[in-house]
Structure formats: C-alpha cells, structure tokens
C-alpha cells in the first residue's frame, strides 16, 4: 500500500510566529488579521502566536531568521507589502526579501511561509489584503498550519 502524508488543517499546541512589516501598514495591518484569524479559526490560542513588527520588507528576512533559529516556534509567517513606485526599488526589495524568505526555507527546521504582496499598484495590494482575492496573510498562515503538520509526520 502506498504512504501517503497529507497535512491537516489544525493548528495544534504549536508555537506560530508573524514577523509583519509596519511600511505600507495599512495594507500590512489586514494581512496581519487575516493570519491571526486564520491561526484561531484553526485551533490556535491567542497565547500561540507572536506578532514582531519591523520597520520594513527588507528587515523581515533576519528576525524570521532569528525566529527560526529559536526553536520556540513551530512555523513563521512573513508579512509585508511592497507597491511599485517611480523608481528601481522596488525591484530591490522585491528581490531581497523573496531570496530571502526562500533561503530561509532552505535553512531552517521550521516552515518560513511568504505572505509579502509584491503589487504594482495599490489595488493590486488591497485586493489581495481582503477584498476581491482573499486575504494573502490568511493563506500564509494557512500554508504554515498545513506544513508544520506536513513536517510532523515525517
């Protein structure tokens, strides 16, 4: 008979931490509720999630990393809005945190999810931060729920 692991959708008595970047916070800010409203839909208490807030996308990167490394979190969950203006940084930081994040998926024990809308407009962002495309904090802290149950049964 074929093993097949499959990851369940209950948050359990693990540990979940948010790192959410503060630019763009009124964007951030519903990312930010959707996975915490995600995490208790899930089975989370309050008591289970830790919100670390920085100053911005590029400095999600090292306190995930930090968070990670701790071993008091079962997965982490990298927030952030970054909108295309006038100039190339945008692209900067679009590349920085993404092979950041994704790095961090190489090296750590634990699930690093990527939740960090990279939008060329404004509504592309608040699209995706709870209107017509659903809330991309929610499917991060989704994906971290599934992975850390994934993880588990291994």
Known sequence: ??????????????NYAIVVSRFNEFITSKLLGGAVDCLERHGADEKQITVVWVPGACEITLVAKKL???????????????IRGQTNHYDYVCQQVTRGIGQLNYDASVPVTFGVLTCDTLEQA?????????NSGANAALTAIEMVNVIDQI
């Open 1 to 14: 008979m074929v093993t097949e692991i499959k990851g369940q959708l209950t948050a359990g008595k693990g």
């Open 68 to 82: 990670s490394q701790s071993e008091k979190y079962a997965a982490v969950i990298c927030l952030g809005a970054v």
């Open 126 to 134: 608040v699209e995706r931060a709870g209107t017509k495309m659903g």
